[in-house]
């Protein structure tokens, strides 16, 4: 029991693509676990040497029978709002280090506040938003900015050539009714309206009308990096997507069992008159999360985190060398150094 590892929300959409991709990367002992007996069931015949155990975050003592003698808890269970503190409490309980996928800002920075004490004092590790949103351009920025003692702006600008939500993606917008915050003049400030603008995110997603739309990686950045201002960008057509309730969920067209659209997300950073750029372009922003935390598992398991407590994935492991462990069929990875601007 050793390095067993719990993906909490297995059934989910996201949460079989990380199960799929611990398996292809040789872990076994899995323990897969959720609240739905009968869809827990459904995935041995894909995982046959995996457990399942039901657990409920409304009843502690099922989530701490599920989650005994586990090393990493992944926690694949959306809104994060319901199901981050739970499931944490039962982490420091169990002494098991914890990984997300949270999109949503507030709960990163309810568990930035409520645990991050807490963590480091138990020796756990507890990372936030370890996923395409939040993690990716934390780690991108992270990278970027290596060299900064500071910097003046941070821009993250994400491309989908169309958004087709799972059913968690909704349920989360529904249940997600916070005020949305971005990150100016040092500090988090609520989300002022701002005019659109076009932004060319070269091939396959070309040039696109983007809007300001704060997501966790806001929360991730400006948390660890010195920086006056962050801001998140995604074009318009994707959010016409998921605000449309006639758009399909996403269906598989390849082997990995990947949805057919494609992303970029590029960040841009500037000191004084220098600017320097980072893009990351794949397909499916649900399956790409999935080598983002198993790399994620790879380096808490080898001892590569940074140190304990609350950390982003920028923050908790070699920005560089992690990107680099990546396999290009999954990202991408193209930097731009230095550019200066007027």
Known sequence: MENTIVVYGAYGHTGKFIVAELYRQGYGN?????????????????????????????????????????????NAAGPYLDTATPIIKSALRSGSH???LSAEQK???????????????????????AAFYGGLADILATQLTK????????????GLDSWHPTKGTRLTGYRNHYKRLTFKDNRLKELEPTPSKEWNFKEPIGCKEVVSLPLSEIITISNHLNVNSVNTY??????????????????????KN????????????????????ISAQGQDIYAVTAPLVVE???????GKAASNGVKTLGEAFAAGDFLNSLQEDDIKITTVEKSYVK
């Open 296 to 302: 994620t598992v790879n380096r808490i398991l080898s």
């Open 107 to 129: 709960p990163v920075l309810d568990i930035i506040d409520e645990f991050s004490e807490e963590a480091k004092n138990k020796e756990i590790l507890i990372i936030p938003a």
């Open 98 to 100: 914890y990984i997300d």
């Open 30 to 74: 899995l323990i897969l676990s959720g609240r739905d007996l009968e869809k827990l069931t459904a995935l041995l015949p894909f995982f046959p040497d995996s457990e399942i155990k039901v657990a409920d975050i409304n009843n502690p003592k099922s989530l701490d029978e599920a989650f005994k003698g586990a090393k990493i808890i992944i």
């Open 234 to 255: 995604l074009s318009q057509n994707s959010l016409d997507d998921l605000r449309n309730n006639s758009t399909p969920e996403p269906k598989p067209t390849d082997e």
């Open 258 to 277: 990947r949805s057919s659209q494609q992303f970029s997300l590029e960040v841009v950073a500037l000191k004084g008159n220098e600017e320097r750029r």
């Open 147 to 158: 060299e900064w003692g500071h910097t003046d702006e941070i821009n993250v600008y994400i």
